[in-house]
C-alpha cells in the first residue's frame, strides 16, 4: 500500500528494526485451507499465538479504526516502518538534489509575475523526483471551465453528487438572469430534470485558520448543459466572510479565484478522505484476518500481498506530517487539528463505510453512474478506467477464489474465514461490513475485491503521484491563500492571493513527497499487483 516514505518525510530512527518473527515474514509453504492442512493442532496454535500478539490499539490521525497493538502487533509495524526508510531515500534524495537549480530559474526571471510564472516550478525539472511531470495541457488548459468541472470526474470523484429532482432540495439560490443566461433553464429546471449536482465544503468554515494564511469553505453547483451535454460549473459560494456566490459570467479573474478556492478545499477533502478510506478501513479489515488466519490460508496471503507496508502510513503521518508544525502546517491554510475533525466526522459517516464505498455502489449512491434521474454523464473518466481495472482484479479475484472454493462446503466449513468474518463484525468494528456467516463466495470476491481496489486503485487516485502531476499543482490548487478571502468582487491581481516562491516550493515538494518513481524496478505497479514471486510460490502446483 502505497502513500509516502518515512525518509521522505526526514525521519531516519533506529528504534524501527526489522524483526526476525517468522509470523510477519511467512514461510513459502503452500497456501492450504484449514480443512486441509495435514497438521491442525500446529495450525490452530499458531492462529491463537496471532490472535494474542496482534491486538487492537487506539486508531491513530483521529478517531478512525483501530491500529495494531500486542507483541505482533508493534513488531509488524516496525518492520513496515523500516521498509518504508528503505524505500523512501530515492524520493528525498532527488527533491535535495533538485529544488536547488528550480530555486534559481524562478528567482532569476523575477520570480511570479501572473500566473503562467507558475509554470516555471515544473517546466523541465524534476526528472527523478517526478519523472512523468504536470498532466499534459495543464498550464494550456488550467483557466477552462470544462477543465474545472471534468476534474470532479477524473481526479476528485468523490465529493460530488447529483442532486435528487425530489429528495433534496436546492442548497442556495443563484440569480435567475445568470442561471438563464448560462444554461438556457431555471435553476429549478436543471434540478428537476435531474441536471444539477453539488459538492459541498461548507464544513470547512468551522477549521481555524493559520496566522497569515486563509481559505474559504466553497460550495458549488455543477450541471449537465441541456444543449451540449457538457459537465460543466455554474455557481460556487464561499460560506465564509460575505458569502459571496461567484458565476463564470463575473469578471475572469473573479471566478479563477473561486474556482481556485474550491479546489483548495476539494484538496483538503481527497485527501484526508484517502487517508480514512484507502488507509483505516482496509488496515482494519487486514487486522481482524491477522487475528483469525493463519498465514497459510490462500486469503491471508491475499492480503499479505496487497497490505504490503501498510501498517507504516499512519505512524509516519502522526510524527512528521500531522504533527504540530508538520509538513502539513507548513503549507496548510488550516492547521493539523483539522485533519483530526474531518476523520472525527467523516470516518463513522462516509469514509469508513465498506461496503457502501465499493466503486459502482458509491458512484451510484450520488447519481453519478447509472442514474434513474437526468441524463447521464457523457464522459466519466474516472469511472471508466477506474471501472476497468477493477474488472479485472475481480476477474483475477474470483478465479482465485474458486481454485481453492471449488464447493460450497469449503466456504461454509472453513472456520478462519468464518471467524474473520465475525471478528470484524465484532470486536474489530469494521463498518458496513458483509454479515456472518459467510455464505456466498461472491460475497468473499466483493470483500477482496474491494481491499485490492482501496490499496491499488482509489488509493492512486487520490494520492501518490496524483498531487504532483494534477490535484496539488500550483498555481490552480493552492494549499493557502496568503490575503483575506474577498468580501466583495473586484479582484485586481490574482498572484498576491498565491504563495510566494519559498511557499510553491514546499507545497511543490510535500506533494512529490508521495511519488514512488522507483516502482517499476520494484515490481511494485498495479500491474504487479499479484505477480510477486513470494504470492505465486506459496500457491504451489497447479
Known amino acids: 500500500m502505497i502513500f509516502s516514505m518515512l525518509y521522505a518525510f526526514g525521519v531516519l530512527t533506529s528504534t524501527y528494526a526489522l524483526p ?7 514461510s513459502n509453504a503452500s497456501y492450504v485451507l484449514p480443512q486441509a492442512d495435514p497438521n491442525p493442532s500446529q495450525r490452530a496454535a499458531d492462529v ?3 490472535k494474542a500478539g496482534y491486538l487492537y490499539g487506539p486508531s491513530l490521525l483521529g478517531n478512525a479504526s483501530f491500529f495494531p497493538a500486542g507483541d505482533l502487533g508493534q513488531k509488524r509495524v516496525a518492520a513496515d516502518v523500516a521498509l518504508f526508510v528503505k524505500n523512501a531515500s530515492y524520493i528525498t534524495e532527488s527533491i535535495e538534489k533538485e529544488v536547488g537549480p528550480v530555486e534559481q530559474i524562478v528567482t532569476a526571471s523575477g520570480g511570479f509575475k501572473d500566473l503562467s510564472s507558475y509554470e516555471l516550478l515544473y ?3 524534476w526528472k527523478l523526483s517526478n519523472p512523468n511531470g504536470v498532466a499534459p ?7 477552462q471551465d470544462l477543465f474545472f468541472s471534468m476534474e470532479r470526474l477524473s481526479i476528485g470523484p468523490f465529493s460530488t453528487r447529483r442532486l435528487h429532482p425530489r429528495n433534496d432540495t436546492l442548497p442556495f439560490q443563484v440569480e435567475d438572469a445568470i442561471v438563464r443566461k448560462l444554461t438556457g433553464k431555471s435553476l429549478d429546471n436543471l434540478h428537476k430534470s435531474g441536471r444539477l449536482f453539488f459538492a459541498d465544503h461548507s464544513y470547512q468554515a468551522k477549521y481555524a485558520m493559520q496566522p497569515g494564511r486563509y481559505a474559504a469553505a466553497c460550495s458549488a453547483y455543477f450541471y449537465i448543459h441541456p444543449k451540449t451535454g457538457d459537465f460543466l460549473p455554474l455557481a460556487i459560494r464561499t460560506n465564509v466572510g460575505s458569502n459571496l456566490i461567484y458565476t463564470p459570467l463575473d469578471k475572469p479573474d473573479d471566478w479563477l479565484l473561486a474556482k481556485m478556492m474550491f479546489n483548495n478545499n476539494d484538496y483538503f477533502f481527497g485527501q484526508i478522505l484517502h487517508l480514512a478510506n484507502s488507509h483505516a478501513v482496509a488496515e482494519i479489515v487486514y487486522l481482524a484476518a491477522l487475528r483469525t488466519m493463519s498465514a497459510r490460508h490462500p486469503v491471508r496471503a491475499f492480503l499479505d500481498r496487497v497490505m504490503y507496508q501498510a501498517y507504516a502510513i499512519r505512524p509516519v503521518g502522526a510524527q512528521v506530517l500531522f504533527n504540530p508544525g508538520g509538513f502539513f502546517d507548513q503549507g496548510s491554510a488550516i492547521d493539523h487539528n483539522a485533519v483530526f475533525s474531518f476523520v472525527d466526522q467523516f470516518y463513522p459517516t462516509l469514509a469508513g463505510l465498506f461496503q457502501s464505498n465499493y466503486l459502482s455502489t458509491s458512484l451510484q449512491s450520488r447519481g453519478l453512474l447509472h442514474s434513474p434521474h437526468g441524463p447521464a454523464l457523457k464522459h466519466f473518466p474516472f469511472a471508466e478506467d477506474a471501472g476497468a481495472i477493477v474488472t479485472s482484479i475481480r476477474k483475477f479475484v474470483e478465479k482465485y477464489v474458486r481454485e481453492y472454493y471449488p464447493s460450497h462446503d469449503l ?12 471478528e470484524a463484525n465484532g470486536e474489530t468494528k469494521v463498518l458496513d461490513f458483509p454479515a456472518a456467516p459467510l455464505r456466498q463466495m461472491s460475497v468473499l470476491v466483493d470483500i477482496l475485491t474491494q481491499v485490492a481496489y482501496l490499496t491499488g486503485v482509489n488509493h492512486h487516485a487520490l494520492n501518490s503521484n496524483a498531487p504532483s502531476m494534477t490535484s496539488g499543482t500550483l498555481p490552480f490548487h493552492p494549499a493557502a491563500f496568503y490575503k483575506p478571502i474577498p468580501t466583495a468582487k473586484g479582484v485586481e491581481d490574482l498572484v498576491t492571493y498565491l504563495p510566494d516562491l519559498n511557499q510553491s516550493l514546499n507545497q511543490v515538494t510535500l506533494t512529490m513527497r508521495f511519488n514512488r518513481p522507483t516502482l517499476p524496478e520494484e515490481k511494485g505497479e498495479l500491474v504487479d499487483m499479484f505477480s510477486a514471486s513470494s504470492f ?3 500457491q504451489g502446483e497447479g
Open 411 to 422: 466456504l461454509t466449513g472453513d472456520k478462519e474465514i468464518q471467524n474473520w468474518i465475525l
Open 48 to 50: 491463537a499465538a496471532e
Open 20 to 26: 526476525g518473527s517468522s509470523r510477519i515474514n511467512p
Open 123 to 125: 517546466k523541465d525539472q
Open 137 to 143: 495541457g495543464f498550464f494550456t488548459n488550467y483557466t
Open 536 to 538: 505465486l510460490q506459496g
